[in-house]
């Protein structure tokens, strides 16, 4: 069962940066969707970006431009650059992988549904 391990998260002010991290642990026998979601208390869960196996990207609208997600396959660790950031990009962002099965197609990694494993969280706060 994946482990997954967040850091990097902090305050910071509008306009800045920061870059989030989760050092994941997965079988190397299997493909997996990788991605970052965030929560805050006046929102539902939601999908900010995810990468394939094969390192095709996926971005919600509200951070397409701004944020750029990234892996280190031969460690399993997956990144969030930040930039720009918003007061409503305020919340928890939390880490999350799943299997990828080889006969999913090319946008199987944006289906929220998919993921069930999930690391804990790390806080960003966003202060205009």
């Known amino acids: 069962q994946p482990q997954l391990q967040e850091s990097g998260g902090g305050s910071v002010q509008a306009g800045g940066s920061l870059r989030l991290s989760c050092v994941a642990s997965?079988?190397?026998?299997?493909?997996?969707?990788m991605a970052w979601f965030r929560q805050s208390p006046d929102k539902e869960r939601e999908l900010v970006a995810a990468?394939?196996?094969?390192?095709?990207?996926i971005y919600s609208d509200a951070v397409k431009g701004r944020f750029t997600i990234s892996k280190h396959n031969a460690d399993n660790t997956l990144f969030l650059q930040m930039n720009m950031l918003k007061s409503e990009d305020t919340g928890m962002y939390i880490c999350?992988?799943?299997?990828?099965?080889?006969?999913?197609?090319?946008?199987?990694?944006?289906?929220?549904?998919?993921?069930?494993?999930w690391g804990q969280g790390t806080q960003v706060t966003v202060s205009s």
């Open positions: 990468i394939d196996y094969n390192g095709t990207t």
């Open positions: 999350s992988a799943d299997r990828r099965p080889f006969w999913g197609k090319s946008d199987y990694c944006s289906n929220t549904l998919v993921y069930n494993f």
């Open positions: 997965l079988s190397s026998h299997a493909n997996y969707c």
